[in-house]
């Protein structure tokens, strides 16, 4: 079973970037079997998929979030990060990761609130 | 894009009670379609993928059908632990996509 653990940093300002890492352990994000994924849950909202990775570096984002999305790997350190641009207070949110299979969300990890505010 | 459609978005009902939550796939997602369960304070987890087929772990009382545009989530006989939001997702164009808006399930 995978286990995975967002981390950065809980307060952004309006307009800046949010950066986010998840470290993923008991397994390697270069399982061609997974694809690593960005799902958020704003608050009063439902869960919104930002986006998903796969080992190869092929990204697939929300069509709604795409221009300011980026994803990468870091294989060196078993980890994949997320980079949101120009956020707003919109983008206040409960950020988890996630592992799946082409089809399924499987595994995620604890999440991480980040709040946009000055 | 893909839009996922929900309903109802939020339903009352007593333990033991029989409950169906309905998706629409805004265009045909075959059986591409994935149910999960979210619990305030805790991650979601996946009851139901590929439209019917129980995610190992998960009791006999969830069931999915449906396939194209229309799906539906059935709990047989609500048990406390089951009042949560359910969210379904479909996973014919993107690994895995979007969500559809959710239905909160409360105690009546």
Not at chain 2, 14 to 25: E, F, L, N, P
Not at chain 2, 41 to 66: D, E, N, Q, W
Not at chain 2, 87 to 99: A, E, R
Request: glycine fraction near 8%; proline fraction near 5%; aromatic fraction near 12%.
């Amino acid at each position: 079973q995978e286990h995975l653990q967002e981390s950065g940093p809980g307060l952004v300002k309006p307009s800046e970037t949010l950066s986010l890492t998840c470290s993923v352990s008991s397994g390697s994000i270069s399982n061609t079997n997974y694809y690593w994924g960005w799902i958020r849950h704003p608050p009063g909202k439902g869960l919104e998929w930002i986006g998903s990775i796969y080992y190869s570096g092929e990204t697939y984002y929300n069509p709604s979030l795409k221009s300011r999305v980026t994803m990468s790997l870091d294989t060196s350190k078993n980890q994949f990060s997320l980079k949101l641009r120009s956020v707003t207070a919109a983008d206040t949110a409960q950020y988890f990761c996630a592992s799946s299979t082409r089809y399924t969300i499987l595994y995620w990890g604890l999440g991480t609130l980040v709040t946009v505010s000055s | 894009d893909i839009q996922m459609t929900q309903s109802p978005s939020s339903l009352s009902a007593s333990v033991g009670d029989r409950v169906t939550i309905t998706c629409r796939a805004s265009e045909n997602i075959r059986r591409y379609l994935n149910w999960y369960q979210h619990t305030p304070g805790k991650a979601p987890k996946v009851l139901i993928f590929g439209a019917s087929t129980l995610h190992s772990g998960v009791p006999s009382r969830f069931s999915g059908s449906g396939s194209g545009t229309d799906f539906t989530l059935t709990i047989s006989s609500l048990q406390p632990e089951d009042f949560a939001t359910y969210y379904c997702q479909q996973s014919y164009d993107t690994p895995p996509g979007t969500f559809g808006q959710g239905t909160k399930l409360e105690i009546k």
